[in-house]
Nanobody
């Protein structure tokens, strides 16, 4: 089992920045990728970004490319999401997720084995 705990959410004005953190514990040695998803009010959970634990290869949703950066600190078993130039449409609960083995896809919720509880990000206009 892997436990994931997100932090760093909050209220920010449009154009501002936030940095989310996700600390992993438990059987983290098997982590293959870690990703971020978000879910706005009345919407489905959508893919935001993912990073391969070994090597650091990243991939982003088009909606956040150029504004968000995903990174990881292997020693701390922590993944980050730096969010800049935030927009009201970025308002959502942000979830951290991890894959325990290689998958052919990274953008579906079913591609991930473990999830955090989520952290709220609200962007005011």
């Amino acid at each position: 089992q892997v436990q994931l705990v997100e932090s760093g959410g909050g209220l920010v004005q449009a154009g501002g920045s936030l940095r989310l953190s996700c600390a992993a514990s438990g059987r983290t040695f098997s982590t293959y990728r870690m990703g971020w998803f978000r879910q706005g009010p009345g919407e489905e959970r959508e893919f935001v970004a993912v990073i391969r634990w070994s090597g650091g290869t990243t991939y982003y949703a088009d909606s956040v490319k150029g504004r968000f950066i995903i990174s990881r600190d292997i020693a701390k078993n922590t993944v980050y999401l730096q969010m800049d130039d935030l927009k009201p449409e970025d308002t959502a609960v942000y979830y951290c997720a991890s894959q325990s083995r290689a998958r052919g896809s990274v953008t579906r919720t079913s591609d991930y084995d473990y999830w955090g509880q989520g952290t709220q990000v609200t962007v005011s206009s």
